[in-house]
Nanobody, 126 residues
Framework: QVQLAESGGGLVQAGGSLRLSCAASERTFSRNAMGWFRQAPGKEREFVAALRWSSGSTYYAASVKGRFTISGDNAKNTMYLQMNSLKPEDTAVYFC???????????????????WGQGTQVTVSS
C-alpha cells in the first residue's frame, strides 16, 4: 500500500510561485507514474500534471502548461510540482496520486489513480 503525503501549500499573491512536494512511502521506481490533481470549492477534482517514471514523460492540463512543472527524485521518493505565474483560479486543494503498478491507461483520468494523499491548500490572492 502506497502512502502519499503532500506539503508546500500556502497563500501567495497572483504572479507568485510555490513548490509542492509529495513524499511516497516506497521507492518511486516501483510505481509506473504519479500525478497531481486539484479541487476548488464546489468543483470536480481535475487533472493538473503527471509524470511517468520509466520514460520521464510529463503531461499537463492545458490550463497550467507553461506555468507548472512536474518532476521527481527517485532517491528521495518524492515528486514535485513547481507552480509559477500563479493565478487566483489556481486556488484549490492539490492532491498527489499514484495509479496501481499495472495501470496502463490514460494518466489524465482521475479514475486511473488508486492511491491519494490528503491534499494541501493553495490559495492565490488577487
Amino acid at each position: 500500500q502506497v502512502q502519499l503525503a503532500e506539503s508546500g501549500g500556502g497563500l501567495v499573491q497572483a504572479g507568485g510561485s510555490l513548490r509542492l512536494s509529495c513524499a511516497a512511502s516506497e521507492r518511486t521506481f516501483s510505481r509506473n507514474a504519479m500525478g497531481w490533481f486539484r479541487q476548488a470549492p464546489g468543483k470536480e477534482r481535475e487533472f493538473v500534471a503527471a509524470l511517468r517514471w520509466s520514460s520521464g514523460s510529463t503531461y499537463y492540463a492545458a490550463s497550467v502548461k507553461g506555468r507548472f512543472t512536474i518532476s521527481g527524485d527517485n532517491a528521495k521518493n518524492t515528486m514535485y510540482l513547481q507552480m509559477n505565474s500563479l493565478k487566483p483560479e489556481d486556488t484549490a486543494v492539490y492532491f498527489c496520486a499514484a495509479p496501481h503498478l499495472t495501470y496502463s491507461g490514460s494518466l489524465f483520468l482521475r479514475g486511473g489513480y488508486t492511491y491519494w494523499g490528503q491534499g494541501t491548500q493553495v490559495t492565490v490572492s488577487s
